[in-house]
């Protein structure tokens, strides 16, 4: 079986969350693209996990893989390595494997992310881990591959190579070109490259071996639908692409092989940096969800702006990933909210319109039309069951299922394992 989760707004809906709580089905779970500019919380417990770089499959027994388009910042990994081992779960070889594609990004990298994005006259509002940057050398054929980090001839040859034109580059961009050629940097990455070596591995050989021996495959997205690079709301997007058709591509695994695509979509929308967000809410609502959600990004702290629930956003999103089912996460944090309110389309150029406008710029000029439903008071966070739900709670739920047209099959009511419950 071959899954793909991702995220169907504009990321933190939740995936770390909802991966953790499937892979105990699955034999392998592979990040498929982006770098650390994701953050995915897991709470088993009183213990909570932040990653950043390793799929949320690694707290179970699941072999964990990072595909070759991902773009990897080897001090974060071994950050994350240290992290994970202080909870007492062992990453070796057997656990964790790394394509020999998988992009490098370079202290260098990270450095231009900065520098270009303080330059920016519109902010994109970017995590500055370098992922665009690390990106555009995989584009442009000069970036160093995880098989090269982990071969310090290779590695110091392919630095040789790159590094006048990037100290150039830096040069021009008003930065410090002795970022590149740093001998304190290339001594750390030489040792990265010898920690990380036995975990190279070809992940779409892996991956279509285990399908063929009826394994179990999942392939989790970073960031969410509307950051994807060519569909999203550019130029306010990540540099990858964030949709289910990606999965295949990054991980080398044929379209025929899917067997179902989920959604992870909150039960209203946030979104980090800058952007268009039609619902957006400003103020003292926006506040109080804010808080009840504990709306502050995993990796750059920065606050998530909130909005009330977008359906036409969604609607492109099922387009986009052709989803088969949906995990509802967050519902908890619409408690005490009346009404709640459902952006059913917008209203564009005086006319009322269901599905966004194509082009960024026309988005910015969508106001939303509501539809109201009243709210619930009780805490939901202790709930187990659908029919335990209070009715107006079930009945948002079930009103967002009749709008998106796509089955809701897990309902999460809190950050931990045990709050969620199918909804059958
Ligand atoms: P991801 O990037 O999609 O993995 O999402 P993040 O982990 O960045 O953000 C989601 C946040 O919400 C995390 O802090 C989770 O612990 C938390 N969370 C996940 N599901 C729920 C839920 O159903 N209710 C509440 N209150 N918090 C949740
Ligand atoms: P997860 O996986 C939310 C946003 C950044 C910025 C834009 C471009 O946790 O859902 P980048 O550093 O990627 O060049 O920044 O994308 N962004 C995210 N927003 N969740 C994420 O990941 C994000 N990853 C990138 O805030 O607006
Ligand atoms: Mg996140």
Redesign the pocket.
């Known amino acids: 079986m071959f899954t793909i989760i991702t ?1 169907a707004q ?4 939740g ?1 770390g969350k909802i991966v953790d709580l499937l892979a105990k089905d699955y034999d392998i779970v592979a990040r498929f693209q ?1 770098g650390n ?4 919380t897991v709470r088993v417990g009183n213990e909570v996990y932040k990653l950043h770089l390793i799929p949320s499959g690694i707290l179970l027994d699941a072999r964990v893989l990072i595909g070759p388009g991902v773009v990897l910042d080897p001090e974060v990994l071994a950050k994350e390595i240290k992290m994970i081992e202080g909870h007492g779960i062992k990453v070796d070889a057997s656990k964790l494997g790394i394509d020999a594609k998988a992009s490098i990004i370079m202290p260098y990298h990270i450095e231009m ?1 900065k520098l270009r994005e303080e330059s920016r006259e519109k902010k ?6 370098g ?2 940057y690390a990106y555009i050398d995989k584009v442009a054929r000069d970036e160093i591959r995880m098989a090269e980090l982990v071969d310090s001839e290779r590695f110091l040859a392919r630095l040789k190579e790159l590094a006048p034109q990037k100290e150039k580059e830096i040069a021009t961009m008003g930065g410090n070109p002795k970022i590149v050629r740093d001998p304190a940097i290339i001594e750390r990455y030489l040792e990265f490259g010898r920690q990380f070596a036995t975990y190279v591995t070809d992940v779409s050989r892996e991956i279509n071996e285990a399908l063929d021996e009826g394994k179990h495959v999942m392939a989790e ?4 639908t509307h ?1 994807d690079v060519i569909h999203g709301t550019q130029k ?4 990858s692409s964030t949709i289910a058709g990606s999965a295949c591509a990054n991980l080398g695994v044929g379209p025929t092989r899917v067997d179902n695509v989920i959604a992870i979509v909150k039960a209203y929308i946030t ?5 268009p967000l039609p619902t957006e809410l400003t103020g003292e609502l926006g506040e109080k969800l804010q808080k009840a959600g504990g709306e502050f ?4 702290g ?1 606050s ?1 702006r909130c909005g009330w629930f977008d359906l036409p956003l969604l609607k492109k999103a099922i387009a986009l990933n052709g989803y088969t089912e949906i995990s509802l996460t967050k519902l908890d944090v619409l408690t005490g909210l009346d009404p709640i309110r459902i952006c059913v389309c917008y209203n564009y150029k005086g006319k009322n319109v269901d599905y966004p406008p194509e082009l960024t710029e026309d988005l910015w000029e969508c106001a939303p039309v509501y539809e109201d439903l009243p709210g619930w008071k009780n805490d939901l966070t202790e709930v187990r069951a659908f029919e335990e739900l209070p009715e107006n709670a079930r009945n948002y739920v079930k009103r967002l299922e009749k709008l998106m047209r796509v089955p809701i099959n897990y309902i999460s009511v809190g950050p931990g394992r045990a709050q969620t419950f199918k909804k059958e």
């Not at 994109?124 to 881990?129: A, L, N, P």
């Not at 997205?221 to 969410?224: D, E, I, L, P, R």
């Open positions: 995220g504009f990321g933190d809906e995936k982006g500019n994701a953050g995915h992310d994109i509002g970017t995590t500055k881990s992922i665009g997205a970073a960031q969410g950051l306010f997007v990540t540099s979104r980090v940096g800058e952007g990004g995993t990796t750059t920065r998530r």
